[in-house]
């Protein structure tokens, strides 16, 4: 009690964490049909689980609940046999110059992860979340959208998917560009509320509220439970990949 109190002084003391991180513990679900599924042509989509990141919400109870309830997704989904794709993102640039930002409006929102490249422990995955060695992919983003400037999308075509499924940080960035694109590309999109946070900041715990019952639901992008998510998944596949 009296190190963890000393510990919220210090991080009051150097001004982080007065904002709190937006976290669902009570959405309603866009999905009523208890026996759906993803089909065989599904993808799951693991978007910018980096330290950095990570590193905003893990001091934080709603933080470390959100954690698990990835983690345990991700595990669920590598014991699927076969497993299906899994597609995880990072951000990073190719050198520390930033030459995909540059002076970009994306570059101002970034600016405070520094100079991040391929090697930088900010973007390593963080090491709660695990990708399956020589068969899931981990590709680099320097956007919001998780498909900008990688082969996001001629992957999903390639392997001939029509379903994905995010999770992610942060929900009003990387998860709802991601959503809103891959949707206009006529993909099926599944959102698991039980998966993405949203960084701490004055309206996080309204932003997430907002776009997993309002903005998402009406677009429309599925919302799900992990709970869901995991019955759907043992109803799906055998992947195809
Ligand atoms: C997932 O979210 C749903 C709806 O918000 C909630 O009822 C459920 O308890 C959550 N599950 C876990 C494991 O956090
Ligand atoms: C529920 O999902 C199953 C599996 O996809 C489908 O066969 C069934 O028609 C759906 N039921 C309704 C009422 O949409
Ligand atoms: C939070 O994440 C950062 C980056 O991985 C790590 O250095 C730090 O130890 C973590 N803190 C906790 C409380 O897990
Ligand atoms: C990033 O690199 C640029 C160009 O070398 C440099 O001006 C800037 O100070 C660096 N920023 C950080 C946070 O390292
Ligand atoms: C998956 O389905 C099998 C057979 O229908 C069932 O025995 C098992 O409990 C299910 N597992 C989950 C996690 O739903």
Redesign the pocket.
């Known amino acids: 009690m009296f190190k963890s109190s000393l510990a919220c002084l210090a991080l009051l003391a150097t001004g982080a964490l007065t904002t709190s991180p937006g976290y669902?513990?009570?959405?309603t679900?866009t999905v009523t049909n208890s026996s759906f599924s993803f089909g065989q042509h599904y993808a799951v989509l693991n978007l910018d689980l980096v330290n950095d990141l990570v590193a905003t919400v893990n001091t934080t109870k709603v933080g470390e609940?959100w954690i698990n309830?990835v983690a345990t997704w991700i595990n669920t989904v590598h014991k699927q046999d076969p497993p299906p794709l899994s597609i995880f993102s990072r951000i990073y640039y190719s050198n520390v110059q930033r030459p995909e930002i540059g002076a970009s409006p994306f570059g101002a929102a970034v600016a405070a992860l520094g100079n991040l490249t391929a090697s930088s422990p900010g973007t390593q995955l963080y090491p709660a979340f695990k990708p399956l060695d020589n068969w899931d992919v981990v590709v680099q983003k320097a956007r919001y959208y998780a498909g900008a400037g990688n082969p996001l999308e001629e992957i999903l075509s390639s392997q001939r998917i029509d379903t994905v499924i995010l999770s992610g940080i942060r929900t009003s960035g990387v998860v709802l560009s991601t959503a809103m694109r891959l949707l206009d590309l006529n993909y099926n999109v599944y959102v698991i509320?039980?998966n993405t946070i949203e960084s701490p900041s004055t309206y996080a715990p309204s932003n997430q509220k907002i776009i997993l019952e309002g903005i998402l639901p009406n677009l429309p992008v599925n919302i799900i439970?992990?709970?869901q998510a995991i019955g759907a998944l043992n109803r799906s596949g055998p992947a195809v990949y």
Do not use: G, K, L, R
């Open positions: 669902s513990f009570n959405i679900p609940v309830n509320a039980n439970t992990i709970e």
